[in-house]
């Protein structure tokens, strides 16, 4: 018998968190970290149970079919979604199978969606990927936006993009408003906060989502040959956790974030256009930083916004090292 | 934006501008026919750098329904200039005109100048070497010969295009573009008609390229101009 373990991540609708980056989710199995991504196609059912109010299951069902085509048209990736029509079933039950669908979650005033994995801790493979969108919330599936509710396919672009194996992105910008954060800018789908009401600009993938299903989803052959940074960031010669540093492409125009995600300081940024490249760290310095790590006693976020510097140069078809970053206390 | 040029401007000057080398190697190939002679130069060379223009790193800001963008830093970019070495072999075909072919060795810098960062962080450049290779062929045509006490001046023109080749720090990444140019020079030949003996083979000769190149090393897809100023000595082989 399987035993399994949930995970989830969920978008907020102006709450916390700040700065810059697409990240994988992974999970250790037996001490040993795995990313998680899907071998193949993914299939998944339309939940037609307890809809929002405005919405009828064929517009939640079209909204959905935009958001997969927006991550299958990534053409450095390869993705198959495939459509296995509605169902009854909630996204909470424990079914084995994909489920996207609504459930009332009054008590969750600032979460629009979740996304919840069943993992096999025994092989570290995806049982089941469920996506919950919160009936309790406002939604609209306007073609042209409607400041009456949070644009549907917007959110479950985002919710897919968990599906996929991403976390949170950090390239971003909020600031502090009230007792929760207002959304100055964005900069990736998989940004924690939702663009407000209205908003149609979260239907558009980022070069920060690209890259990073990009990096998840190689096309075993054919496919762009595509680069990476990586280094070390490092604060009175020790490693830093939880640093946020961000590729700039000066050709691309690409901006791509990653972290370090050790003690040592490592980094490693992949999915980039082969090229030169501006590199910034900054802290997660502004927000909830359990939206990107579990563990936030070991992020540190006591320094200043930092630049490589020399120009960084991603190769085709490899990872730059040494693309090191010594940051100061502030 | 600092750095592009307007392309029919280029492809006018690039077409007066082979329209004055045809004519010039007609007239000369008319006027006699002449022996094969090889000539190869060795040049010290600076390459000039050009702008590559701003890039400005935005992210979306949350109006509804788009957004309006909000710039994380600002970078104005540049290829700075950097010295160089040329070699040059020209075939002379008719009198007063070669067949020439050359290959160059550039060392430059890519430089980025940070600024405007969203958080305030202090204005900075970062750079990286960028070396350049590049192998073109093309026409020159002389126009005059000076003769003075100390040998022979020969004005010339020249013509041609190539390769491109730019090596990345580390040599991380190569880019590849390609080039055409014109120029004009001088050379001083100890002794312009039957020469004896190697020191009376001994040639000296300064050029100036205006270089226009696509592809390569950039920030978009503009076509970029630079100069080169080389100055070296060479030998008439035969």
Redesign the interface.
């Known amino acids: 018998m399987k035993r399994a373990i949930l995970v989830t991540a969920a978008l907020i609708a102006l709450a916390t968190a700040p700065g810059a980056a697409y990240m994988r989710f992974g999970v250790s199995i037996n001490g040993t970290n795995t990313i998680l991504r899907w071998p193949g196609a993914i299939p998944y059912r339309v939940s037609d149970a307890d809809l929002a109010t405005g919405i009828s299951a064929a517009d939640f069902d079209q909204a959905l079919q935009r958001a997969f085509q927006a991550w299958q048209g990534v053409a450095s990736a390869t993705i198959q979604f495939t459509r296995q029509g509605f169902t009854s079933g909630r996204p909470s039950d424990d079914d084995s199978s994909n489920v996207f669908g609504f459930e009332r979650r009054a008590d969750l005033e600032r979460t629009l969606a979740v996304t919840s994995y069943t993992i096999d801790v025994i092989n570290g493979e995806i049982i089941e990927a469920d996506v919950q969108f919160n009936a309790a919330q406002p939604w609209s599936v306007a073609d042209g936006g409607s400041l009456t509710g949070f644009d549907l396919q917007a959110v479950a672009q985002h919710e897919i993009g968990h599906v996929l194996g991403l976390g949170h992105s950090a390239v971003g910008e909020t600031e502090v408003s009230g007792t929760g954060r207002r959304l100055i800018a964005s900069g990736a789908v998989m940004f924690p906060i939702a663009f407000p009401r209205g908003s149609l600009e979260g239907r558009t993938l980022r070069s920060d989502d690209i890259a990073g299903v990009s990096d998840l989803y190689k096309p075993a052959s054919g496919g762009p040959r595509l680069g990476g940074l990586s280094g070390h960031v490092r604060k009175n010669g020790k490693g830093v956790f939880g640093a946020h540093v961000v590729a700039y492409g000066l050709r691309s125009g690409q901006i791509v974030g990653g972290y370090s995600i050790n003690d040592d300081g490592d980094y490693v940024i992949g999915g980039l256009e082969p090229g030169s490249y501006v590199v910034r760290v900054e802290p997660l310095d502004d927000g909830d930083v359990e939206s990107f790590f579990e563990d936030t006693r070991r992020v540190d976020a006591d320094f200043a916004v930092t630049y490589y510097a020399k120009i960084a140069v991603a190769p085709r078809n490899g990872v730059a090292a040494d693309i090191d970053v010594a940051v100061r206390s502030r | 934006m600092r750095g592009s040029r307007s392309r029919p401007m280029s492809r006018s000057i690039v077409a007066i501008a082979a329209g004055v080398m045809c004519v010039a190697a007609l007239s000369a190939a008319g006027s006699a026919s002449a022996q094969s002679r090889l000539e190869v130069t060795l040049s010290g060379a600076r390459w000039e750098g050009y702008d ?1 223009g701003q ?1 400005r ?1 935005t ?9 309006t963008p ?1 710039t ?2 600002d ?1 104005d ?1 540049a290829i700075l200039p950097g010295p160089g070495a040329e070699l040059r072999l020209g075939w002379r075909v008719f009198r007063g005109v070669y067949a020439e072919a050359t290959g160059g060795l550039g060392v430059n810098s ?3 100048r ?1 600024h405007d ?5 202090p204005a ?1 450049t ?3 070497t960028l070396t350049q290779v590049t192998v073109e062929g093309g026409a020159l045509v002389e126009l005059a010969t000076l003769r003075l006490s100390a040998g022979h001046l020969v004005p010339f023109v020249d013509g041609g295009g190539g390769y491109l080749r730019q090596v ?3 040599r ?2 190569i ?1 590849t573009g390609r080039t055409i140019y014109l120029g004009a020079g001088l050379k001083w030949r100890s002794s312009a008609l039957h020469p004896r003996g190697v020191a009376q083979r001994l040639m000296a000769r300064g050029d100036v390229r205006f270089i226009s190149r696509t592809a390569g ?4 897809d503009a076509r970029r101009h630079y100069l080169t100023v080389s100055g070296g000595v060479g030998i008439r082989l035969f």
């Open positions: 590559l890039r790193a992210i979306t800001g949350p109006q509804a329904p788009t957004g909000v994380l830093f970078s970019v890519i430089e980025a940070i960062d969203i958080e305030q962080a900075l970062v750079s990286s990345h720090e580390n991380v990444l880019e090393v950039d920030v978009d």
